[in-house]
């Protein structure tokens, strides 16, 4: 079982490309973890290391990451999380 | 069978989401058609009336484009279009 993590910040970009796009990978042969940084704020340093740089982004394996469409930056997701 | 387009320019970025991303998403529940702009050019202004503004773009539906990381702008496509 392969698998990829979806890293998002719950805004409308995110969810559109969560509806569409998680639904089609999650299959037989792939799991996607689902990570909300604002309510897990502890993940944001994890999605950086991977280089993520802004949400949603979707990380099949290190340094790999796919950014889609654009929703906030990183910077923008650590404010929210202080919130 | 759903179904997605996955619109591409054979470029370094493009191949990379490929690699990943399509492999993950074609299985039981959906087919993918990859289209290369480049060698399709016929094919630009249905994937501009989808809202792709740049590629690697993956179309669900219509108007709903993931636009993945940025290879090159439709712009940047038709030049290469015409060699």
């Given at each position: 079982?392969?698998?990829?993590?979806f890293y998002h910040a719950g805004?409308?970009?995110?969810?559109h490309a969560e509806n569409d796009l998680i639904d089609a990978i999650n299959n037989?042969?792939?799991?996607?973890?689902?990570?909300?940084?604002?309510e897990k704020p502890d993940r944001i340093a994890e999605a950086q290391r991977s280089g993520v740089t802004s949400v949603p982004a979707l990380v099949?394996?290190?340094?790999?990451?796919?950014?889609?469409?654009?929703?906030?930056?990183m910077a923008d997701?650590?404010?929210?999380a202080k919130g």
């Open positions: 079982m392969k698998k990829a993590i805004c409308p970009v995110c969810k037989d042969l792939y799991e996607v973890e689902t990570v909300h940084l604002v099949f394996g290190p340094n790999a990451p796919l950014h889609i469409n654009f929703g906030a930056s997701v650590r404010k929210l």
